[in-house]
């Protein structure tokens, strides 16, 4: 917390000496100030980087007895990369036998389905096969 040593005679001055010192102080520690935009699309960028898997699919990956190796996963995630290339939201990518539905938007798997005969799949504008 910064201590003021000079007297003031309203707030407006002592909070102006302490808003223009805490940019100062910014300036001087090299921290650069980013818009708001620069932070929203840095933010975005990194949350879709990495796919993330909701409660419902990890209890479909843990009640199916679904593994997926580090291999596996790298292909579940060029296949939500290909499906946000084409623009598609809702997207069924196929890895191997197993067949996930992912938010694409979100980068978000929803649910997952290994071995099964009769499989629909509804609620999706997209399918990936990789």
Known sequence: MQKLTQNY???NQMADKLISGSRAKTA???VSELSFDEVLTKTSQVRNDSLKFSKHAN???ATRNINLSAEQM????????KAREKGIQESLVMVDD???IVNVKNNIVITAVGDSADSIFTNIDGAVIG
């Open 98 to 100: 197993l067949a996930f």
């Open 74 to 81: 790298e292909r579940l995630e060029n296949g939500t990369t």
């Open 59 to 61: 209890e479909r990956l």
């Open 9 to 11: 005679s309203t707030i």
């Open 28 to 30: 001087d520690s090299s």
